[in-house]
């Protein structure tokens, strides 16, 4: 069973006598088959949680467990992981064929028959069953990351281990690639730990997402469940293109009130919000109701700033009267077929359901 178990680890680095949490007693239980992305901004602690999974790294406290073994004292090249880099890190002198072949060559004694047919398997897997005698130099960037990728299938390890593989690739091939690496994940069924920062890769390859910030957990769940239900404020902000909205807000009673706006709620949605007063109300920019006219007392007026044609959508800037934007602009996603021109006058409208709540101090999420 390639059950892997992140268990209370911590990863604290000595810089020069200053000491540094990369990783902060993090739990994963991550399921066997199962496609996992680590996801967060640049220096959360990702690569340093790979690279512990991976025994590259040594980990300062907690446990990391494959199954019921205990991975912390085992060797890097004794455990059964592979693992691929942004950089494909491939043998400029050997070809194909070759850099394929050479981790079971050296770490195996594995029959050279049998070497053969993994290797004509994976590269029929991978469409590079055609490049076999090329070298690196001969390969595209995107067909290099194939043979990199190649290189990990071949070993068929218990999981696999990936760094932000399709970071050195173009957009569009990067889209491909991703579609191409879950239909290779669900062939191969290989629990996986995916590492990037990109939350739309997150969002459409994961079975489950692990949102790191500072070296914290702040959530681990299905995609929807991070999109729709945030913990925290911090995941509310990470995960959706454009971010969500958030306006500070206090609570009087059954009402959110900011400087020139009242925000009436349901006695359902005050009950779930506890005692707290300072607090944080966010809605996504695709849930807000952009119209013509008011029509509900939780309608606003706005005024329309920028509209950036998307195609299928247009994300509209919008300013409300009297009040200018905290940080950045307030955006609102609306249909593409439906039009709206700069400077022009609307009315705003935020569905009760689709409005999240926080408390400011602490970030957590109260509904
Ligand atoms: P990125 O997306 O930029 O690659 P990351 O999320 O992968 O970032 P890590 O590389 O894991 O982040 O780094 C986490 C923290 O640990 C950072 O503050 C980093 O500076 C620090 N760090 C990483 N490696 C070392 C090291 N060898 N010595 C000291 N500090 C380190």
Redo the contacts with the bound molecule.
């Keep these: 069973m390639a059950r892997l178990t992140l268990d209370k680890v911590t990863?604290i680095?000595?810089?020069d006598g200053e000491q540094?949490i990369?990783?902060d007693d993090v739990s994963i239980d991550i399921g066997d088959g199962e496609f996992l992305v680590l996801v967060?901004?640049?220096?959360?602690?990702?690569?340093?949680?790979?690279?512990m999974i991976a025994g590259l790294?040594d980990i300062t406290d907690g446990e990391i467990r494959l199954g019921d073994l205990v991975l912390n004292d085992i060797p890097a090249t004794d455990r059964d992981i592979a693992m691929v880099f942004q950089s494909y890190a491939l043998y400029p002198h050997m070809s194909v064929k070759q850099n394929m072949a050479f981790g079971l060559e050296e770490s195996t004694d594995m029959a050279d028959d049998e070497i053969s047919r993994r290797v004509k398997e994976t590269a029929e897997l991978l469409g590079i069953d055609d490049l076999i005698n090329r070298a690196p130099s001969e390969l595209s960037g995107g067909q290099q990351q194939r043979v990199a990728l190649g290189r990990a299938i071949v070993r068929e390890p218990e999981v696999f281990l990936m760094?932000?593989p399709l970071a050195n690739l173009d957009a569009k091939l990067r889209a491909e690639m991703r579609t191409e690496l879950q239909h290779i994940q669900d062939n191969l069924d290989t629990t996986t730990v995916y590492?990037t920062?990109d939350q739309v890769e997150a969002m459409t390859m994961s079975d489950r997402i692990a949102i790191?910030d500072e070296?914290v957990l702040q959530q681990c769940g299905t995609p929807l469940e991070c999109y729709h239900q945030p913990n925290n404020l911090f995941v509310a902000g990470f995960i959706g293109e454009p971010s969500m909205n958030f306006f500070d807000v206090e609570r009087r009673g059954s009402v959110l009130v900011a400087d020139d706006f009242e925000y009436p709620l349901s006695d359902s949605t005050a009950a779930e919000l506890g005692d707290a007063t300072d607090l944080q109300l966010g809605i996504r920019p695709e849930d807000v109701v952009v119209k013509s006219a008011v029509e509900a007392d939780t309608d606003y007026h706005a005024e329309v700033d920028v509209v950036e044609p998307k195609g299928d959508e247009n994300v509209v800037h919008l300013v409300f009267d009297g009040n200018e934007p905290e940080d950045g602009t307030f955006k609102a996603v609306i249909d593409g077929m439906k039009s709206v021109d700069a400077g022009q006058r609307v009315a705003v409208g935020f569905p009760e359901n689709a409005i999240h709540v926080f408390d400011r101090s602490s970030g957590e999420a109260l509904r």
């Excluded at 640049?42 to 949680?49: A, L």
């Design positions: 990863k680095f000595d810089d540094i990369a990783v967060g901004p640049s220096g959360c602690g990702k690569s340093t949680t790979l690279r790294e760094d932000e590492v920062h790191l070296g």
